[in-house]
């Protein structure tokens, strides 16, 4: 027996229930290790202590506080069925106004930046926001001054993003900010290498 | 008719089970049964868990008042100890998890790791070896407790403080029971190894 098998037996050993082969083991062990005899009576020691805690009592007060707080139990349980619905429904109203509020902010999010995929019609509402919001090329090329390159992902080829120099993101095609996007539309010589859409036209979100 | 007194001296003479069985059945009497066989336990091992006397009659009062509200659903399928302090240990570890929370120490992953305050009240230098008092040395043991990882601090605090069963801890703890005893002789070890510096051999 070595001393980590030994020492994985002190419980067992102190409470008297270790069985006799692992006694005979462990005595035999303990008889030949001075490290592991004298760790053992420093865990009987410490067993003793544990023992020796005084017990926390409870305070006078305890049963009194008990006593208020199972009136107050029993008074709520007596309560009419509407009574109760009304505290339930005020204490559900901030959850329920949060989950709702996530509700709105996803469903609105998800009409703003969700890829139209190649044969789906686009949303309406997101054209109308990206109409909404035009920008020459000028202006968002002014916007990347300074930029060595955008992150270029073709309109319906969802995850394929690739990093595309500026100015050749930029030929050809006319800009919108749709939330934190860019879609750029593209002209007929840049579309050679774009999918198009339901609607034919040609396009690419850039993200900054 | 029988005496209030008399029958609640009766009541005392039941089982947990029985008791609850009356408590649902709608006997108070039964239920201040209950809390009078309980209160003293319960305080004792959460007080010991969360090492905060004050606090732990908060959280003994919300384990009755749980044990109250749910008394119609209590089936008779297990022991009621085993019922109550499963109760007990969830909202002491609950009370752990805030104190963490508020300390920011440790990530709420880590809880199972977690142990209790890091910065011990004694010194802990070799010259700190010294017989200490009794009352000291309570203290001491503690201060080691709380400062054991929660999942060897819940196994030995069930059974080296409230004295339950091996299989009952298991329980309690929904844990296999030899996992129990491996986390008990562990948490024993740690402390052990906590107290050591501070006493000498004849001391404890």
Redesign the interface.
């Known amino acids: 027996m070595n001393c980590e098998r030994a020492t994985e037996l002190w419980s067992s050993y102190c409470e008297n229930e270790i069985d006799a082969g692992d006694r005979l083991e462990l005595e035999g062990h303990l008889t030949g290790c001075r490290v592991c005899a004298e760790g053992l009576a420093a865990f009987q020691k410490t067993m003793q202590a544990l023992k020796d805690l005084p017990p926390m009592e409870p305070s006078p007060s305890f049963d009194a506080r008990l006593a208020r707080a199972l009136a107050e139990e029993n008074l709520r349980e007596s309560e009419p069925w509407h009574a109760k619905l009304g505290v339930w429904c005020a204490r559900l109203a901030p959850a329920a106004g949060a989950v709702a509020a996530v509700f709105a902010i996803s469903f609105y999010l998800a009409l703003q930046v969700a890829p139209v995929r190649e044969g789906e019609q686009a949303s309406p509402m997101r054209s109308e926001i990206a109409a909404s919001a035009p920008l020459s090329s000028d202006e968002y090329a002014a916007s990347l001054a300074g930029r060595a390159s955008v992150r270029v992902e073709p309109w319906s080829v969802a995850g394929q993003w690739s990093e595309a120099p500026v100015d050749s993101a930029m030929s050809g095609y006319r800009v919108r900010f749709v939330l934190d996007k860019v879609i750029l539309e593209g002209e007929e010589a840049a579309r050679s290498s774009v999918p198009q859409d339901s609607e034919g036209v040609h396009m690419k979100y850039v993200t900054f | 008719m029988v005496p209030a007194r008399l029958k609640l001296i009766e009541l005392r003479r039941e089982c947990d089970e029985e008791l609850m069985e009356r408590c649902a059945a709608g006997s108070h009497e039964a ?1 201040q049964c209950l ?1 009078e066989r309980y ?2 336990r319960l ?2 091992v959460v ?2 868990f969360i090492n905060d ?2 606090r ?2 908060d959280i ?2 919300e384990v ?2 749980r044990v ?2 749910n008394r119609q659903r209590y089936e008779r399928k297990g022991k009621f100890s085993t019922w109550i302090f499963t109760i007990a240990v969830n909202l002491a570890k609950n009370e752990i998890r805030r104190k963490v929370r508020r300390r920011g120490e440790i990530s709420l992953e880590g809880l199972e790791e977690a142990a209790g305050p890091t910065t011990a009240t004694a010194d802990k230098s070799p010259g700190a070896e010294e017989n200490l008092g009794r009352e000291q ?2 203290e001491m ?2 201060e080691a ?1 709380e400062r054991l990882p929660v999942r060897y601090r819940e196994a ?1 605090v069930l059974r ?2 409230e004295g339950l069963a091996y299989e009952e801890i298991a329980s309690v703890l929904r844990i296999p029971g030899g996992t129990v ?2 986390r ?2 562990r948490g ?2 740690m ?2 190894d906590f ?2 510096p501070f ?1 000498s ?1 004849e001391s ?1």
């Open positions: 239920f809390v209160r003293g305080i004792n007080g010991r006397r004050d732990a009659e003994v009062q009755f008042l109250y509200r040395l309570r043991v503690a407790i030995v080296d403080i005893r491996s008990i002789n024993r070890l402390i052990k107290l050591t006493l051999r404890l």
